[in-house]
């Protein structure tokens, strides 16, 4: 059974930082294409952030770029979101998926990932 779970969310000041992480279970990440999703109150879930299998390639939503770093420990079966200068409307539930191939361009597709974890929420006051 595969399971990804995330952890590291929390409550935090606007300007403070969090690691996400994500870790699987019955499923090897390092062939895997993964992102990082988040829905905040009332909003549709929207990609944030996603990186290849080798990690040689990321995407980021512009909304995040310059302040998440997606990263991945393949050896360890993890995936990061490093989240800094966070803001209040970062305040969401943060979701890791994986997909079995790469999806460059189809990226943010949320139908292109086979798995997903429950989510961290994250909470960002001002």
């Known amino acids: 059974q595969v399971q990804l779970v995330e952890s590291g969310g929390g409550s935090v000041q606007a300007g403070g930082s969090l690691r996400l992480s994500c870790t699987a279970s019955g499923y090897t990440l390092s062939s895997a294409f993964m992102a990082w999703f988040c829905q905040g109150p009332g909003k549709e879930r929207e990609a944030v952030a996603s990186?290849?299998?080798?990690?040689?390639?990321?995407y980021y939503t512009s909304s995040v770029k310059g302040r998440f770093t997606i990263s991945r420990d393949n050896p360890e079966n993890t995936v990061y979101l490093q989240m800094n200068s966070l803001k209040p409307e970062d305040t969401a539930m943060y979701y890791c998926?994986?997909?079995?191939?790469?999806?460059?361009?189809?990226?943010?597709?949320?139908?292109?990932?086979?798995?997903w974890g429950q989510g961290t929420q994250v909470t960002v006051s001002s």
């Open positions: 990186i290849s299998a080798s990690g040689g390639l990321t």
């Open positions: 998926a994986a997909a079995p191939r790469t999806l460059f361009g189809f990226w943010s597709r949320g139908n292109e990932y086979r798995y």
